[in-house]
């Protein structure tokens, strides 16, 4: 049985997104706002693996040793110009996630099995090893980049095929007709190959305006019981929601760019989560 170990490492760093054939102004139309010098407070996610044949690893060492490895090379340093790699290539969260598996793997010779970079807690990108052939045959990255969303709703666990009784018995105050409410958070990842030119597996402000048309004008500021169909015959519940999330955007997602996960955060303590099956 494979042994997964995982750690969290933390650096911060400025960056900024600029391609060099286009004008200030074109950048600023294509980047927004991460078009000017800016920075995070990054959170890295390496997890380790290993198999029963391989000799034995000190984890505590070798997370030493990443995170050694990291900070020399982006702790407090801007990463368009000080580090080589990026000189060439934008930092997007995409890059850096494919850069830290291959440097991590090759100049330690770490069992990565997958990184996940953390430029916000609104952007998140991981690589696990997987790739693709393009038109040309040659292999290429397959990353997952994950959006967060906040949208906040009222519904009643309700169901018209139901009594009163009924609904109460089975939801208990969640029945309450008069409703209640959550601040919802809404992860969306979608997977795909990296364009080559800006890095990303989907340009943000694209994902952004789809999901602000296709879910959060729908959702988000709505009793959804009485604004939202099907959720005046259907309970709104979060797994009802998660898969109509499914059903608005799937078919926006699955030429290049696929849609990968959709998890919903109802509370601090429940999720509801659905994975395509790739």
């Not at 943000?204 to 959702?219: N, R």
């Amino acid at each position: 049985m494979a042994q997964r170990v995982a750690y969290w490492f933390a650096f911060e760093a400025s960056h900024f997104y600029h391609l060099p054939h286009l004008s200030p102004e074109e950048n600023a139309r294509l980047f927004g706002k991460a078009a000017r010098h800016h920075g995070h407070n990054y959170h890295v996610q390496v997890v380790y693996r290993a198999t029963p044949s391989q000799t034995p690893y000190d984890w505590e060492t070798l997370a030493h040793a990443t995170r050694q490895r990291i900070d020399a090379q982006f702790d407090h340093r801007c990463i368009n110009r000080e580090h080589p790699a990026f000189q060439t290539q934008l930092p997007t969260t995409e890059n850096l996630a494919l850069y830290l598996w291959r440097d991590l793997r090759e100049t330690l010779g770490a069992p990565v099995e997958s990184v996940c970079v953390h430029e916000s807690e609104m952007l998140a990108s991981t690589y696990a090893g997987a790739s693709e052939p393009d038109a040309g045959g040659s292999s290429r990255p397959v990353i997952m980049m994950t959006r967060l969303y906040l949208f906040s709703a009222a519904h009643r666990l309700y169901n018209p095929q139901l009594s009163d009784a009924q609904n109460r018995a089975l939801y208990g105050k969640c029945s309450n007709p008069h409703g209640h409410g959550h601040d919802y958070k809404l992860e969306i990842t979608v997977r795909g190959v990296p364009d080559p030119i800006t890095g990303m597996v989907m340009n943000i402000t694209e994902l952004d305006a789809l999901v602000q048309a296709e879910v959060l004008a729908h959702l988000d500021h709505k009793f959804l019981n009485e604004e939202t169909p099907p959720f005046d015959q259907i309970p709104p519940t979060s797994e009802n929601l998660v898969a109509f999330i499914v059903a608005r955007l799937q078919p926006h997602l699955q030429g290049v760019v696929r849609l990968a996960g959709v998890r919903l955060w109802e509370t601090p303590r429940s999720a509801f989560e659905w994975q395509a099956d790739e």
